[in-house]
């Protein structure tokens, strides 16, 4: 299965400043350009395309239906060869005796059923490699604040990338998941910053540094 490659520019740091603005940019695009997007708004709400990130998620899902058949197949092979001992060389069974019409024509239909699998396209990946790939990226942008938050996930389950987009999410913005809700009289809750870019001022709390605390502190007197 295809790896999702890195981004060719190095994200920006991890931190409560930057989480809901450009660490969000960030992760929204790098996923926007492997059809991963469905895994941001699976976790953060206020999908602006839901119908786009079912179709992402149905692709990614046939995708990893495919691999398992792909496999399924490739080892199904070992039962009907073996290595021969002269040569090293991999060589078909012998058919077992019996009725010799009957034999032929069950390996006949046999022939008929296998599948020739189309090359995968560049670009394309499945579920289980963006998840991966998100869970790598955050890694790789939470690592210097959030190392203790990263080490509570582990990259060999299957929803590694989403889990530790909610950990992170819920460690520096614990409300986050309220933001659809008014908040008192206040109403909205979220601001927007562009037509697919939303956000919401952070709450600084749990796993962070504690001089961008002091410098939102400052920003807001």
Known sequence: MPKVPKPDKTPEIISPTLWQN???RDILSFLDDHSGSYLFYKVMGNDPDPDN????????????????????QYIAQAASMHLDKETGSPV?????????????????AKESEKISFDKLPSGVYGHKDLQKGLYNLLVSMGQTNYSATISGVAPNI???GTKLLTLLNDTISPQSNDTNKPCGGHGRGMRNHGSKY????PLVTGDH?????????????
Do not use: L, Y
Request: glycine fraction near 4%; include cysteine; aromatic fraction near 4%.
């Open 92 to 108: 078909k069974k012998a058919k077992e005796p019996g009725d010799k019409q009957a034999i032929e024509e069950q390996f006949a």
């Open 53 to 72: 990130s079912r179709d992402e998620e149905f692709n990614a899902a046939s995708v990893d239906e495919i691999f398992a058949m792909q496999k399924a």
């Open 209 to 221: 540094p504690v001089e961008d605390h002091v410098r939102s502190q400052e920003g807001i007197r």
């Open 158 to 160: 299957p929803d590694c």
């Open 22 to 24: 450009v660490n969000r």
């Open 198 to 201: 939303r956000s919401r001022k």
